[in-house]
């Protein structure tokens, strides 16, 4: 499973299982995919942590930092997920800004963590726009994360009270 097997060239179970279910093999009961997510975790803990590329359940699988695909994402979420990601696997979407997310990767981000819907032309969301560009205006060569931007839009929110841990994202709210 997730890629840890005896000899190269084995197919990753989870995979095999979800083109199976692709395919119709699973018409009462699919498999529980989210149960996997502890098999990550219990990977990181014995120190052999999945690749963040890794398919399906590698911490970067479905995430983009394009702005085009983070608009997507808004307006058509399953245009750009090749299933509902969320409820089959128990992983969110995720978008990490860089100067080409846009607004619409900041939107995403405020509406997956926040739970609420921003314009474009939002005063608050142009003002944190405006500190990310800074950023990368003044040489910043790496994403910014969620855990890094919730200090700005909060400032620029005010006076909501945002929550510290992000929920799964429902991609059909």
């Known amino acids: 499973m997730l890629g840890?097997?005896?000899?190269s060239g084995n197919a990753p179970l989870e995979a095999v299982l979800l083109h199976l279910?692709?395919?119709?093999?699973?018409p009462k009961k699919p498999p529980d995919f989210t149960a996997l997510?502890?098999?990550?975790?219990?990977?990181?803990?014995?120190?052999?942590?999945?690749?963040?590329?890794?398919p399906l359940y590698g911490r970067d699988a479905h995430?983009?930092?394009?702005?085009?695909?983070?608009?997507?994402?808004?307006?058509?979420?399953?245009?750009?997920?090749p299933f509902n990601v969320p409820q089959l696997l128990g992983r969110p979407l995720e978008v990490s800004l860089t100067k080409e997310s846009g607004l619409a990767g900041l939107?995403?981000?405020?509406?997956?963590?926040?739970?609420?819907?921003?314009?474009?032309?939002?005063?608050?969301?142009?003002?944190v726009f405006s500190w990310l560009m800074s950023e990368f205006d003044h040489g910043r060569q790496t994403s910014v994360e969620w855990e890094e931007?919730?200090?700005?839009?909060?400032?620029?929110f005010e006076p909501l009270e945002l929550p510290l841990q992000s929920p799964l994202p429902n991609p059909t709210a």
């Open 4 to 7: 840890k097997g005896e000899r």
């Open 21 to 26: 279910l692709g395919m119709g093999y699973f």
């Open 37 to 54: 997510n502890e098999l990550v975790t219990l990977y990181t803990e014995m120190g052999e942590p999945i690749p963040p590329k890794y």
């Open 63 to 81: 995430r983009t930092r394009a702005g085009i695909h983070a608009d997507g994402l808004n307006k058509f979420w399953w245009m750009y997920a």
């Open 107 to 127: 939107i995403f981000l405020i509406r997956q963590h926040m739970g609420m819907d921003v314009s474009k032309d939002d005063p608050r969301l142009q003002q």
């Open 149 to 156: 931007l919730v200090s700005v839009v909060s400032q620029a």
